[in-house]
């Protein structure tokens, strides 16, 4: 996956839960998505037009009413459908599922399946600002998904961060391609 689609898609709290449910069978209506992701209603619509937008889902034609219309996955959402059906089987439990709809959660994950710096890290994550990269590997390290080792024989000492247990399996299920 190229990370310029998966910063994009996971800019919006809910896109990944919904490609997800989507794949596993639940209708693509509004009520049914809504249902089963638990998500408020304000957030989920916005993040099914994001999906729209992005070219993931299409208005389903000939089904659903023009106020409570009907949604497929196009051929390019099917392909990230699989990924984000794949990462949401990883990751069971309400914390986990929390820190997924965080912006940079995912990006990061999948970048740091390897041993990286701070500087590679965002390097790698043009767009992500230093302060929302650090607090996203605190959340990370919190949840125990990201390790940081301390490179101390280097002067300045240097943290290492690497994706470990959920957080490398979430890495590479993202299959980044920087």
Do not use: C
Not at 62 to 87: D, N, S
Not at 152 to 165: G, K, S, T
Request: charged share 20%; hydrophobic share 40%.
């Amino acid at each position: 996956m190229d990370i310029r689609i998966l910063v994009k898609l996971t800019s919006r709290a809910w896109s990944l839960k919904i490609l997800a449910l989507m794949q596993q069978g639940v209708p693509g209506r509004q009520a049914p998505l809504l249902a089963a992701a638990g998500a408020n209603r304000t957030g989920f619509a916005q993040s099914l037009q994001h999906l729209v937008d992005l070219g993931l889902l299409e208005r389903n034609p000939g089904h659903g009413h023009p106020l409570r219309p009907e949604f497929r996955l196009t051929e390019k959402g099917t392909a990230l459908a699989v990924t984000a059906q794949t990462i949401d089987a990883l990751v069971p439990d309400t914390e986990g599922s929390d820190l997924l709809r965080r912006v940079w959660t995912v990006p990061v994950l999948g970048v740091t399946t390897t041993p990286m710096y701070f500087s590679d890290i965002k390097r790698k994550l043009p767009s992500v600002t230093d302060r929302a990269l650090s607090h996203s590997l605190m959340r990370l390290q919190e949840q125990s998904w990201m390790q940081r080792e301390v490179n101390v024989e280097m002067h300045p000492p240097r943290p290492l961060y690497q994706a470990v247990d959920t957080g490398w399996q979430i890495g590479k299920a993202v299959g980044l391609s920087v």
